[in-house]
């Protein structure tokens, strides 16, 4: 089989696999293709891929001879007539917000894969690109959160007098969450945290954070792991104790999501205004409509000196290590894909595949497209 990797577009740094992993890749068997600069702003050169082991081209060429393409994001600005029937398209898709795409792929008779797509099971995890992207976002979001701060984040005790730790609460324990209190630990913070399911409570702990139970919170175990919505009544008392612990923080970092639906709002604009001044909250649901009510995507705003930072693409910033932690897991999805000898092998039996494939021969496949759209 021969994969093509392409060059991204816009403020994308990362690259979908970089020179380490495409010696990885070639052993499997495959060929190779990567488009002219595809890696550039992940400081890998072109050099660096020939002497890996595969070849370079311009993106025509590389999209006329590659039967999977492989991208960080999804193709959406390529000409849908440039793809042949049954070309397979590999990227995160973000299927909700690129539905119309999608149905373009599939009238086309395209084979998407979508990244995002690849069930939370303990066999998939080695491919789960969403903890590795959130592991980044967790990790950048307290080192921007301690550099906005007018505060030191760990305890000093100096001729100068004793400095007290900062207060860090953070909102939602998934993945970027958990990631986002062991680095506040480690930098010295005190921390604090909320999630709506009980699971996360022993790893809270573990990691040196205080769990913050808000009782009559609904979970679902037929949810994947993932949080549900919330009733009325307990939106109300999360409320009231998030404003409480918000309101003695010295940093907020919200991470909280429902897959499919806007983010929740945990912080509303009259919590905020009870914040202290010179606070910060770095709100990583941004894209999705913010956790808290005064986020705008992409911005760092002030608010009577409380400065909040709406930002969902963190990883797309550190191209380095997002770029090689994205390659790993694609290798890993790889390695289901194709038979001993390279050669693809989709076999819709499997249930990692059967869920990652989006649309395939006209279809929708996956069960998760097929809900989330609401086909
Ligand atoms: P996510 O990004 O969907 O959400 C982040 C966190 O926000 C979750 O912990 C969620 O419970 C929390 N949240 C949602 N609504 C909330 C509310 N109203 N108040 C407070 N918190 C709220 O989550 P994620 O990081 O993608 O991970 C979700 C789940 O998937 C976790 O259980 C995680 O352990 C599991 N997971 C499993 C695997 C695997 O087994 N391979 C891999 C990754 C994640």
């Known amino acids: 089989m021969v994969i093509g990797i392409l060059k991204e577009s816009g403020a994308e740094k990362r690259v979908a696999m970089l020179p380490g992993e495409v010696v990885v890749l070639k052993k499997l068997g495959t060929d190779i293709i990567v488009e002219n600069g595809a890696g550039e702003k992940a400081w890998a050169s072109d050099m660096e891929y020939l002497s890996a082991g595969a070849s370079v081209k311009g993106r025509n060429d590389l999209i006329a001879k590659s039967s999977l393409l492989l991208s960080v994001n999804p193709l959406i600005e390529e000409n849908i007539e440039s793809f042949s029937e049954g070309q397979i398209l590999c990227s995160v898709v973000n299927p909700v917000e690129n539905n119309k795409w999608l149905e373009k792929a599939r009238l086309r008779a395209l084979t998407v894969l979508a990244l995002d797509l690849v069930p939370r099971t303990t066999r998939a995890q ?7 992207m959130a592991t980044v976002a967790g990790y950048k979001a307290v080192l921007a959160a301690a550099s906005l701060s007018p505060k030191f984040f760990p305890m000093f005790m100096s001729a100068a007098g004793t400095i007290k730790p900062s207060r860090v609460l953070i909102l939602g324990a998934g993945v970027a969450g958990l ?5 506040a630990r480690k930098l010295g913070a005190v921390v604090e945290v909320f999630d709506v399911r009980s699971a996360v409570r022993e790893e809270v702990k573990s990691l040196g954070g205080k ?7 609904r979970e679902d175990a037929g949810a994947g792991g993932y949080a549900v919505e919330q009733t009325d009544e307990f939106k109300e008392k999360q409320q009231e104790l998030i404003q409480q612990r918000a309101m003695v923080a010295d940093v907020v970092i919200a991470t909280a999501q429902i897959p499919g639906r806007k983010a929740p709002v945990l912080l509303l604009a009259d919590t905020v205004r009870k914040m202290k001044p010179g606070s910060v909250i770095i709100d990583l649901a941004a894209s999705s409509g913010g956790n808290c009510e005064l986020t705008e995507n992409g911005k760092t705003i002030v608010v009577n000196g409380i400065s909040i930072t709406g930002k969902s693409d963190y990883p797309a910033m550190m191209s380095s290590d997002a770029s090689k932690m994205f390659g790993s897991n694609v290798i890993n999805l790889v390695k289901i894909l194709v038979d001993k000898e390279g050669n693809l092998n989709l076999n819709m039996e499997d249930e990692i595949i059967n869920c990652t494939t989006a649309v395939r021969g006209k279809d929708y496949v996956s069960h998760r497209i097929i809900q989330l759209l609401n086909i």
């Open 179 to 183: 990631q986002a209190v062991a680095i």
């Open 211 to 217: 769990f913050i139970e808000v009782e009559g919170a």
């Open 126 to 132: 080695s491919m789960d690109i969403l903890s590795s």
